[in-house]
Nanobody, 125 residues
């Protein structure tokens, strides 16, 4: 049974940084696509960043244009933990952030079938 537990959210001033963590169980970071999504009040959920890990440990990353250059997705395979380092935060980054997994490595945003409960990020200007 896949379980994803996010942590690290909070309140921060514009220009600040936060690092989100997602502790994963019931899966390994092999042939899997892990991602971060966010949903702001009144808006649709959007994919923020994703990382693909193949069977041979190859990894590839993708970022939404809105966060490119500011956010970094990474993972610690030994700890089975996914991270999202968020820098230069602005008020448009305020949202509930969710960790998600797509087993089998399909990285289409619609393919993510396992979700965490979310962690709130609030940026004040």
């Amino acid at each position: 049974q896949v379980q994803l537990v996010e942590s690290g959210g909070g309140s921060v001033q514009a220009g600040g940084s936060l690092r989100l963590s997602c502790a994963a169980s019931g899966l390994t970071f092999s042939n899997v696509c892990m991602g971060w999504f966010r949903q702001a009040p009144g808006k649709e959920r959007e994919g923020v960043a994703r990382i693909y890990t193949g069977l041979t440990s190859y990894t590839g990353t993708y970022y939404a244009d809105s966060v490119k250059g500011r956010f970094t997705i990474s993972q610690d395979r030994a700890k089975n933990t996914l991270y999202l380092q968020m820098n230069s935060l602005n008020d448009e980054d305020t949202a509930m952030y969710y960790c998600a997994a797509s087993l089998g490595g399909n990285c289409n945003w619609s393919a993510f079938g396992h979700w965490g409960q979310g962690t709130q990020v609030t940026v004040s200007s």
